[in-house]
């Protein structure tokens, strides 16, 4: 397993595919698809002398930004490490 450290939080990146309600499959470029599902995160980090907890927590769906982060692939799946300021949206 990994453990992110500090403000980092580790992602599952999800394949994003776009299909018509007639099924015909649209292509997608791969740089617009930065979606990903928190798996775990880090301790958070120290501002001020105080520990400041990150607003996420595990299973959450988020958009991140592009070209940010570590790519890892580990057991056939797609994982990203990145730092909690670069999640810019959780998905409800």
Avoid: W
């Amino acid at each position: 397993m990994i453990k992110p450290l500090f403000d980092n939080v580790l992602l599952e990146k999800e394949k994003v595919s776009r299909q018509t309600t007639s099924g015909i499959v649209l292509a997608t470029k791969e740089e617009n698809a930065n979606y990903g599902i928190v798996i775990a995160l880090g301790d958070g980090k120290m501002t001020d002398g105080k520990k400041v907890e990150l607003p996420l927590k595990i299973g959450d769906k988020v958009i991140y930004q592009n070209y940010e982060g570590h790519e890892i692939k580990q057991d056939g799946k797609e994982y990203l490490i990145i730092s909690a300021k670069n999640i810019i949206a959780i998905i409800s």
